[in-house]
């Protein structure tokens, strides 16, 4: 099975009520929004991205904090509704009768909770370059696991995008890693290490790239 990701959303957390009910809300995740720097790149959501997954999708949930102990609502039993717009992807949950989303509707309604977070697996994706020529991963195909309210973003672990690219660019995943760390994945993308890595080369060390890489810096500057 694929490896589950983790997003968020700053700012979109709505507190919605009425006579019905409470309900929490907002945008999960917006399209063709550029990320913060996740290390290396950027990851923006291409607006077809959840399309067909949605469409054939199975259950998806809404959890506080993506915690289990914490459902909220989920789209199997219709307490959790997500729509696709324009802009990105909309949830609204109906908030069940329970001390833990009593408080979380508290919290929500004095503007302690802000953020949204989605949980996806990746099924496509692509890479590139930003206009600034900055490495940009764009997420084609996405299915949607679950959404979150969350106080806060949690750390965001980016293996999985490290590994698409080094998958795709038949290198090793270490290795990658390290050009990620110190902001050599554009060389990677433009395959200027090519010159002295073949397609294939699986045992690269993160040690060997980087000296390769610096070495063509090096010839570059000259």
Request: aromatic share 6%; charged share 25%; net charge negative.
């Amino acid at each position: 099975m694929r490896e589950t990701e983790v997003r968020h959303t700053a700012g979109t957390v709505q507190l919605r009520a009425d006579d019905s009910g409470q309900r929490l809300g907002g945008f999960a995740l917006k399209f063709n929004r550029l990320s913060q720097n996740l290390g290396g790149f950027v990851e923006r959501i291409a607006p077809g991205a959840l399309t067909k997954t949605l469409r054939d999708a199975g259950d998806v949930l809404c959890r506080y904090q993506h915690e289990d102990h914490y459902l909220l609502g989920r789209t199997a039993s219709g307490t959790l509704r997500v729509s696709l717009t324009d802009e990105g992807l909309d949830y609204e949950v109906d908030l069940p009768d329970t001390d833990y989303a009593h408080n979380l509707a508290a919290l929500a309604a004095r503007g302690d909770v802000q953020h949204s977070s989605f949980a996806f697996r990746t099924l496509e994706d692509e890479w590139g370059f930003t206009e600034q020529g900055f490495p940009l991963r764009t997420l084609l195909e996405i299915q949607l696991v679950d959404v979150a309210p969350v106080v806060q973003p949690a750390y965001l672990d980016t293996t999985s995008g490290l590994r698409s690219l080094a998958e795709s660019r038949h290198l090793d995943l270490d290795a990658v890693r390290a050009a990620a760390a110190s902001d050599g994945l554009a060389d990677v993308l433009r395959g200027v290490e090519a010159q002295e890595i073949e397609p294939g080369d699986t045992h690269s060390t993160p040690v060997a790239l980087m000296q390769r890489m610096a070495c063509l810096r090096g010839k570059a500057a000259t």
